[in-house]
């Protein structure tokens, strides 16, 4: 079965992953969002760009996903929230992960999930 994911991930010609993520866009921190503000049509824009990957969030897979067609990139999902981000840091740090990861990642058809690990004081 890893093969068969792996197999949407890279391009058969050059072994490689182009990964576009996508999934900052909530973080709460505006200036991230300069260019993805309509998310719909950005997802639009990097289909047609052909990547092998577009990483987004549980909110944000739809968009992807309900492009009909084979003709698209995988979708990597990324399983976790955090506030880390942004030029001053909150009070209180966090990076948490959503629920029930690898069942929202199978119901979505994602080629596979990406986990960040923080190493955050407290």
Same mark, same amino acid.
């Given at each position: 079965?890893?093969?068969?994911?792996?197999?949407?991930?890279?391009?058969? =010609?050059?072994?490689? /992953? *182009?990964?576009?993520?996508?999934?900052?866009?909530?973080?709460? =921190? @505006?200036?991230?969002?300069?260019?993805?503000?309509?998310?719909?049509?950005?997802?639009?824009?990097?289909?047609?760009?052909? $990547?092998?990957?577009?990483?987004?969030?549980?909110?944000?897979?739809? *968009?992807?996903?309900?492009? $009909?067609?084979?003709?698209? $990139?995988?979708?990597?999902?990324?399983?976790?929230?955090?506030?880390?981000?942004?030029? +001053?840091? $909150?009070?209180? @740090?966090?990076?948490?992960?959503? =629920? +029930?990861?690898?069942?929202?990642?199978?119901? *979505?058809?994602?080629? /596979?999930?990406?986990?960040? *690990?923080?190493?955050?004081?407290?």
């Amino acid at each position: 079965m890893k093969t068969f994911r792996l197999n949407r991930l890279f391009n058969a =010609e050059s072994k490689r /992953c *182009l990964d576009v993520a996508v999934d900052h866009g909530f973080f709460n =921190e @505006l200036s991230f969002l300069s260019g993805i503000e309509d998310l719909a049509q950005a997802v639009h824009t990097l289909v047609k760009a052909n $990547p092998d990957a577009i990483q987004l969030t549980i909110g944000q897979a739809e *968009l992807l996903q309900r492009i $009909p067609g084979k003709a698209k $990139p995988a979708l990597v999902l990324r399983t976790d929230v955090a506030n880390v981000y942004g030029r +001053e840091l $909150p009070r209180t @740090l966090f990076s948490r992960m959503i =629920e +029930e990861p690898i069942e929202q990642a199978i119901r *979505l058809d994602a080629a /596979c999930v990406v986990v960040n *690990l923080f190493r955050i004081p407290g």
